[in-house]
């Protein structure tokens, strides 16, 4: 994610490195936020639990209001690319 300079895969993979917390933390306020997936349905797609998802949730509605990140068709290509994603 070209925000915090990491590959579309590290998103996906297991590991509680910062970067790696943030990018997936927005990617999954977006996700449910503005693009209205469940997170229920986004913890399946993730293999993360559903409270995890709400809490990365809740990180990624802070990370928008503190640097006020705004979701653009490029953001959402570059998530919708992973096959995982699909």
């Known amino acids: 994610m070209e925000i915090f300079d990491i590959d579309r895969g590290e998103i996906y993979s297991k590991g509680r490195c910062w970067c790696k917390v943030e990018a997936r933390s927005l990617m999954c306020y977006w996700a449910v936020q503005e693009l209205g997936l469940t997170a229920t349905d986004l913890a399946?797609?993730?293999?993360?639990?559903?409270?995890?998802?709400?809490y990365a949730v809740s990180r990624g509605e802070q990370i928008t209001k503190k640097i006020d990140y705004r979701l653009t068709k490029r953001v959402i290509y570059f998530f919708m690319d992973v096959p995982t994603f699909l």
């Open 44 to 54: 399946r797609r993730l293999v993360m639990t559903q409270p995890a998802v709400g």
